[in-house]
């Protein structure tokens, strides 16, 4: 199999995994730093249950990682510059979305950004 149709493939699983608004979030809540499950939730507003759900399949995708200490476990990006990716995502999300107020978009981008940038992923404008 020639490498762009792998690569392609591969890139196709990642936004197959990516295609749930909720595992989006996480993403974003993960590019501050490391969090658990119930701090997650809170922040999402979601039932620890469906966030345990949605990390389940980002760790089995290599997405997150898991450390444990105790009882506890804490998530954390394998890859934290993922979150300042889907930051990058929103210019595309600007730019089709007529029906969208664009202010709406611009304060998601500085809120997820500053995530990005808490996290250690590189700063893009």
Known sequence: MP???IVAKELAD?????AHPDRVR????????????????EAMAL????VSQHLSLLRAHRIV???RE??????HLQQPEMAGWIVVGLDFIEG??????????RAVR?????NANAGGAEPRD
């Open 70 to 75: 105790g009882r506890h476990r804490y998530y």
């Open 65 to 67: 990682d898991e450390r």
């Open 110 to 114: 500085r809120i997820w950004a500053a």
């Open 3 to 5: 490498s762009r149709t």
């Open 47 to 50: 039932t620890s249950t469906r």
């Open 26 to 41: 996480l993403i974003e809540e993960l590019g501050a730093g490391e969090k658990d499950v119930n701090t997650l939730a």
């Open 14 to 18: 990642i936004f197959k995994l990516l």
């Open 96 to 105: 089709r979305m007529h029906n969208l107020d664009k202010s709406k978009v």
